[in-house]
């Protein structure tokens, strides 16, 4: 699993007073580095392969600035040449947001989605939880 | 059903080259200035009524920047106190991208979410489609 | 001079309950695409050559959610292998922000500025205005 | 001076392939939390009082996905009811953006600016520095 401490900035609050709703892909993504660097070592975006095809999030509670966030981030099921991202944020001890991405392991050349080679596999099992 | 053209901004691209994934919500949100007016027509923050619950987007093809984007916003099933936005977004006659999100009807002040009055019902409805 | 209406969205507001100070900068780069495609008619960002070296911003009035913004853009000074881009924004008939760009002609091939060519200079000559 | 180390996120990036010359002033309103705590300390917009009336940036080399960035803040002139701001940004050693940001003490209430109070002035004086 991964955690990610994010501070709220005040640009991603809206006028509800409270961290806008579009900020949560946001921060769901830079909680995913660890997983970019799974798929691209050295995160270069010639290199890159790990692109999203669904994401889905449930805001459960609001999100205020002034207190840091913590973002984690996991791995679901593995399939041929997709994957399943789960995570959660949490701000003073509450779920706030939860939340599921899907991607694939992209080829850029050739423009296909390509099967996840075992060295990847293996990488993605070490970070993988059952629920 | 709302239309909304976009413009695509450089600094809604990527590394990748084209639009970022954290792109398209912020768009949809923006297809949805019309559903936002009926539960509170003068758009004031403190009269604010529809708080999203949930977003579901399917990314399926690459948006560019230098053309217009058109999303598509209608009215799926209205509950009691929640109702389902669809929404569809095109880029060069292509589907690029297609989601969902879950709205409640939310009273600020008790903090609970509150049956949709029928007044608004009627206009939801108005705006709804089968599919 | 190019004019670039744009529709103020909820997530460029914040917890002050009107438009942040950071989307103004990026409404102003939006006002740029007739600048970007003189430079590169394809606006593609492999043949870029537009590259910002400041921006300059003076905030003169709240800008609000639910009412459309104009940006006016013009050219100012343009220098051997720099130009000056200055720009205006209003809301309901004021002038809420006044700001500057400098560009160079950048090459990504040799990642040095060159020389403004003369058939894009014409072209900048005629957004030029004096103030 | 207050030093803020900021992770740069793939949505921050263009296609260009390094970070959008608009992140910056969000990164930057980031390295502002320490002062906008002195004039509001606990953070709330409704008793907020610093605000932006102008920001300058120089961009001086790019900045690249995958490192971290040092943003550096400190206070310069301060005036009756306003101040200055300086700030500037670091990757990997290299000095690549630097900006002034001025702003006044301004009463919501009254919607106007007003003289900073003496016991602000000296927590302002303790972030300044001469150059």
């Known amino acids: ?22 900020t949560i892909p946001v921060w769901f993504e830079a909680g ?13 975006f010639k290199n890159w392969k790990a692109v999203m095809v669904n994401m889905n999030i449930d805001f459960i509670k609001e999100i205020y600035y002034g207190m840091d966030v913590e973002v984690y981030t996991w791995i679901g099921k593995v399939g041929n040449s997709s994957f399943l991202v789960k995570e959660e944020l949490y701000q003073d001890g509450h779920l706030c947001a ?9 080829n850029q050349a050739t423009r296909k989605a390509e099967p996840i080679p075992q060295s990847i596999r293996d990488q993605l099992e070490f970070h993988r939880r059952e629920e």
């Open 32 to 44: 995913r580095e660890g997983i970019f660097r799974i798929f691209t070592p050295d995160l270069s």
């Open 1 to 22: 699993m991964f955690t990610t401490i994010i501070r709220p900035r005040v640009s991603e609050t809206d006028g509800m007073g409270h961290i806008n709703n579009t």
């Open 98 to 106: 939860r939340g599921t991405a899907t991607y694939v392991n992209f």
